[in-house]
């Protein structure tokens, strides 16, 4: 019974993926909408701060905050 619901799963998500897929409508990027005004392009280090360096940091920071405030620690024994 477990191979036959793992393919009636398998199917309905390709289904599901198949139909969305043909369903969607082109992006349309290349036309302009009226009052679209796109604002400059980000460089090359821009880029690498935004999407790579920002993460890695804000990791870092939450990670050290978790590491620093954690109160699981072993607490001396009493007595």
Do not use: C, E, W
């Not at 009226?34 to 090359?44: A, E, F, Q």
């Not at 940091?57 to 939450?62: D, E, K, S, Y």
Request: hydrophobic share 50%; no cysteine.
């Amino acid at each position: 019974m477990d191979k036959k619901n793992a393919l009636r799963a398998g199917a309905l998500a390709a289904g599901t993926t198949l139909m969305m897929l043909l369903m969607s409508s082109p992006a349309l990027a290349l036309t302009r909408d009226d009052g679209d005004d796109p604002g400059n392009g980000l460089s090359v280090l821009d880029t690498l701060g935004l999407y790579v360096a920002a993460p890695i940091v804000l990791f870092l920071i939450i990670a050290g905050l978790v590491m620093v405030l954690d109160k699981s620690h072993k607490q001396p024994k009493q007595g």
